[in-house]
């Protein structure tokens, strides 16, 4: 399995990003998608993830402003980010959790700044 993600970039603190996550040699309509990020200098913590029923659960940090989905057709799981702040900059990466194994993308950065 391979996870490609893709959407990050520099953007100003209040400002929106959609990040994309699309995976190829296996359909994970079962698999737990997931997003963690790591800042320089932290830990890698969890951002948000979302069962294979659709259920979801996110970081205090970031309710109310990120929301995960994922398409199933599309093999892809998405992460958009609203209200951004300087404290969201770090790599994300989107983690696909299943029966098969764990799986990790390359990671994509994300830079909150004015």
């Known amino acids: 399995v391979q996870l490609q993600a893709s959407g990050g970039g520099l953007v100003q603190p209040g400002g929106s990003l959609r990040l994309s996550c699309a995976a190829s040699?296996?359909?994970?309509?079962?698999?737990?998608l997931g997003w963690w990020r790591q800042a320089p200098g932290k830990q890698r913590e969890l951002v948000a993830v979302?069962?294979?029923?659709?259920?979801?659960h996110s970081a205090d940090s970031v309710k109310g402003r990120f929301v995960i989905s994922r398409d199933n057709t599309e093999n892809t799981v998405y992460l958009q980010m609203n209200s951004l702040k300087p404290e969201d900059t770090a790599v994300y990466y989107c983690v696909a959790v299943g029966t098969g194994g764990d799986y990790w993308g390359q990671g994509t950065q994300v830079t909150v700044s004015s």
């Open positions: 040699g296996r359909r994970l309509s079962r698999y737990s």
């Open positions: 979302i069962n294979s029923f659709g259920g979801t």
